[in-house]
T-cell receptor, first 112, second 114 residues
Framework: QQQVRQSPQSLTVWEGETAILNCSYE??????FPWYQQFPGEGPALLIA?????DKKEDGRFTIFFNKREKKLSLHITDSQPGDSATYFC???????????FGAGTRLKVIA | GALVYQYPRRTICKSGTSMRMECQAV??????VAWYRQSPQKTFELIAL?????????EQNFTQEKFPISHPNLSFSSMTVLNAYLEDRGLYLC??????????FGPGTRLTVL
């Protein structure tokens, strides 16, 4: 059972465009949703995260939009740069539960 | 800032042999430490989790007999892959959790089995 789903599997955008990465989940108990950025050969780096009490979280060019009712969230990367080319993972955890559930990732390629 | 170190970064071992990897959280007091394996298909598998209030708990399909873990405290953890075979290949990640939610990963130890 895949509790966290990501789409698309891969995404290519031009430099300067907005990349939109989607994530959905099944467990209503999930209340914390981090996004990780991973470059080849490296470990995943915490990029931005949101809690279910919020519907939006912004950090520079990265914004999470969260829809609790539909159990969906999305990561928007505005003014995409070639250096943003990486795999992005959506994860989820529930209050009081130390486990994270990860999606399968979206591979983003930004073309100059 | 919060940093998680892992050693070695990559290792190659012969089929049937064992290797040990280490993880250290620097700059913060971890409240939990988790070991994951990331497969070539990039999926994350949770191997085991240790928290401030509990002993090491292994996930289904992973056992202490195969992946023994030791840590004097949550800032330092080591895991051994015993009798490694091809299916054990992957990137082994250590994630240390700060406070209630944020989890930071190390760069991983990439295991290649010949």
């Amino acid at each position: 059972q895949q509790q966290v789903r990501q789409s698309p599997q891969s995404l290519t955008v031009w430099e300067g465009e907005t990349a939109i990465l989607n994530c959905s989940y099944e467990n209503s108990a999930f209340d914390y949703f981090p996004w990780y950025q991973q470059f080849p050969g490296e470990g995943p780096a915490l990029l931005i995260a949101i809690r279910s009490v919020s519907d939006k979280k912004e950090d520079g060019r990265f914004t999470i939009f969260f829809n609790k009712r539909e159990k969906k969230l999305s990561l928007h990367i505005t003014d995409s740069q070639p250096g943003d080319s990486a795999t992005y993972f959506c994860a989820a955890s529930a209050a009081g539960n130390y486990k994270y559930v990860f999606g399968a990732g979206t591979r983003l390629k930004v073309i100059a | 800032g919060a940093l998680v170190y892992q050693y070695p970064r990559r290792t190659i071992c012969k089929s049937g042999t064992s290797m040990r990897m280490e993880c250290q959280a620097v700059g913060f007091q971890a409240t939990s430490v988790a070991w994951y394996r990331q497969s070539p298909q990039k999926t994350f598998e949770l191997i085991a989790l240790s928290t401030v209030n509990s002993a090491i708990k292994y996930e289904q399909n992973f056992t202490q007999e195969k992946f023994p873990i030791s840590h004097p405290n949550l800032s330092f953890s080591s895991m051994t892959v015993l009798n490694a075979y091809l299916e054990d290949r992957g990137l082994y990640l250590c994630g240390a959790r700060l406070g209630g939610y944020e989890q930071y990963f190390g760069p991983g130890t990439r295991l290649t089995v010949l």
